[in-house]
Structures are given as C-alpha cells and as structure tokens.
C-alpha cells in the first residue's frame, strides 16, 4: 500500500477474495455463485475484479448494459456474463460477445428471437426474470402460458435460468414481505419449470438475500455489494473488507481568522480561527456536493477532518484544527475508516451510491494481485 501521492482509488483484490470466501461460506457448497460487476465493478475496475472472480473460482459475472460485457470479453474474460438490462439495440453486439441475456418482458423477448432467427443462433443461452414484488423488470406469473407457448414453438434460444430479484432483502421489517416474494417466486418455477424443454438453474438472492434468507439460495445467488465488503448491516460489515480505498493528499493548508469565510458562496464563516487543508478531489471526482458543509469527515493521520463549507468541482476543504498534519499528507477519504458506508450516511445516502459515483477521472491502483 503505496502512500498516496494525488487522488486514487486503490483496490485491494485480496480483500475480494476474502469477501468472496466469506460470502460462499454462507451458503451450500454446490450453490453457483454469480459476481456482480456491474458500473465499473460498483466503482472500481470491472476488468480487474473479473479477472480475480474468474481465477477464484465464480460460476457466472453479471453486468447491467452489454458494452460492459464487451469490455469485459475484450479484456479476455472468458466466464460466462448476464447482461441484466439489456436493450434492443444492443442485442447484435450482445450476441457478438457471447453475453446472455435477461429476457424479462414479451416484447424484449420477440425482439430477440428476431435477432437469433437472423442469425441462426440455435439453442442460445437465455435467462428469464419474474417480477415477484420489485416491480421493476420482469414477466408476471400470469405470462407463463403465454411465454411457454413462444418458448416451446421454436429452437433458437434456450431458457439456462429463471430468476426474480428482492426488494428489501436488506429491510428485517420487511420479512414478511420478503418471505411472500420468495412463495411467489418459489410458485412460479414449480409452475413454469415442468413446462421448459430443458432444466433452468434458478436464482433469486442479493447479498442481504444470502445473509438474511439463505434458505432461498435455489441454485445460484448473485452477489455485488458483498463482494466490495458491504453487508448492510453493522455485525456483517465486521467481517467483510473494503476493496476500495479513496486516497487523496494535503495540497495547501490555510489558517482561517475569526469571522474569515471558506469556499464558495461563503457557505463557512469561521466564529473562531480554524486551519483548513484544500484537497484535490471535488464533485467531479463524485464527491457530491450533500457531502459538503459537515456532512462527511475525512480521515488525516488517524483523525476525523469534516468537509467546512460547499465541495467545488475539484477542490474540498476540511477542518484539520487541532490534527497534527502538513501539505503533502495522506488522506484516507473512504476505506477502513470512514468505511464508504459511514461516508455516505452522513449525507444520507448509501455504500452503493457513493462506491459508484466515483469519476474516471480518479486513477484506479490495483493491489493484492
Ligand atoms: C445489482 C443487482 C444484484 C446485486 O445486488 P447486491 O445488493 O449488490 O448484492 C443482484 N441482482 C440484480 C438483478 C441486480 O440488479
């Protein structure tokens, strides 16, 4: 762990593999484990995490659009991808890459099949999504019928697995809600199952799902927050580790006068002298102005520098008053601590938003290899 010279992202792929095992260790050891690597990874380096999940043994990487899949095929990952939304237009690039689609409505599947009877695909893999509660993608149980009668009256694609996805795994207020998209889902593959050519595997569970309802893992679950070392909740987090830690430096520290101003719109006036660092990293980079004005603490030699006035597009100013520190420091903006959690709590928001937000323009650093 090289000390940081300007803004990186380090990210650390010996942590994935602990994550990884972890998250295995709670499930049977013939469930199939699908690596999420959607968004850059949640953040990171997609191509990186991939190659590490494909050398540590995962059965299945899943992204959201097909041109992250190509830039995972072009990177040479050879596991098989789930493109989880995948959109028409892209179908033709879809199949190019060998990416598997989810097929989760009548017309997505039409459109299709139109594309694989053009191409004479035969047999090529698909995966179909219920909605079981999310209402976001996904057939209704009352498709069944009408989905079988297309699926079994032709040959070009073949049905490989049949999944929902949960709404409030993470939520334990919402276990009966929960336990109701699970009968649900369980109801509509002892329906649709006996009338699919072919077995399809089935999946269902998120991270929370594998933590708080490992009783539903069917054959595979699908793992992303985990796997970066965030289980939404406290006594899980303790046991995962953070793959990705945001560095910065001190660039230039100023002693600020009572009744001086700091950063735009004077948002800061100091009612008593403090010291400030100016930090290279700014809402460009996806620190986001709700993290401004005291939402959010840095950390800088072991201590806690909240951010003093409006986050600039490049820039953010932290209060050092009182912390031993001087221009050309370390500074640790997520990671160990604050955990990228407790970072994006305090402008309420999520791990999730924050890991994902972070810009292309901040230099990703690879270790742990
Ligand atoms: C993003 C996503 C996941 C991963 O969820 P986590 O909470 O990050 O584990 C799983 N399944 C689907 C359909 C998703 O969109």
Same mark, same amino acid.
């Given at each position: 762990m090289a000390k940081a010279d300007e803004t990186i992202l380090e990210i650390d792929l010996l942590a994935l593999e602990h994550n990884y095992r972890f998250l295995k260790s709670r499930? !049977?050891?013939?469930t199939k484990f699908l690596g999420v690597v959607k968004a850059f990874a949640y953040g990171s380096d997609s191509v990186a995490i991939a190659k590490k999940l494909e050398a540590i043994g995962a059965d299945y990487l899943a992204v959201a659009y097909v041109s992250e899949g190509m830039a995972l095929r072009e990177a040479g990952i050879k596991t098989r991808i789930l493109v989880l939304h995948p959109l028409p237009v892209s179908f033709e690039n879809l199949v190019a890459y060998n990416l598997e689609p989810n097929i989760y409505s009548p017309k997505i599947l039409a459109n299709f099949l139109e594309v694989a009877k053009t191409k004479g695909l035969k047999q090529y893999p698909v995966h179909l999504k219920f909605n079981?509660?999310?209402?976001?993608l996904g057939f209704g149980g009352n498709q069944i019928n009408d989905l079988c009668d297309v699926l079994n !009256? +032709? !040959? #070009? /694609? #073949? /049905? /490989?697995s049949v999944f929902s996805h949960l709404?409030?795994?993470?939520?334990?207020? #919402?276990r009966e809600f929960t336990e109701n998209q699970i009968a649900t889902f369980r109801s509509i593959t002892n329906t649709l199952v006996p009338k699919l050519k072919q077995e399809p595997m089935l999946h269902l569970l998120n991270t929370s799902g594998i933590i708080n %309802?490992? @009783?539903? +893992?069917? @054959?595979m679950v699908r793992s992303g927050i985990g796997l970066y070392g965030? $289980? !939404?909740e406290a006594i899980i987090d303790q046991q995962l580790k953070p793959v990705a830690t945001l560095k910065t430096v001190i660039s230039q520290i100023h002693t600020i006068k009572e009744g001086q101003s700091i950063g735009y719109n004077r948002a800061y006036k100091a009612d008593e002298p403090v010291i400030t660092a100016t930090l290279p990293i700014g809402h460009a980079d996806g620190? $986001?102005? +709700? %993290? *401004?004005n005291g939402k959010a603490y840095v950390t800088i030699n072991g201590k806690k520098a909240p951010i003093v006035g409006n986050v600039c597009m490049d820039m953010i100013m932290v209060n050092v008053t009182g912390i031993d520190c001087e221009e050309g420091d370390e500074v640790v903006v997520? *990671?160990?601590?604050?955990?990228a959690e407790q970072f994006a709590s305090g402008a309420k928001t999520i791990s999730y938003e924050v890991l994902t937000g972070i810009s292309q323009r901040v230099t990703r650093v690879v270790i742990g290899n």
């Open positions: 499930l !049977n050891h013939d079981t509660g999310l209402n976001r !009256n +032709q !040959n #070009e /694609v #073949e /049905v /490989v709404a409030a795994s993470e939520d334990l207020n #919402e %309802y490992a @009783d539903a +893992q069917f @054959d965030f $289980g !939404n620190i $986001g102005r +709700q %993290y *401004g997520f *990671g160990a601590s604050p955990t």
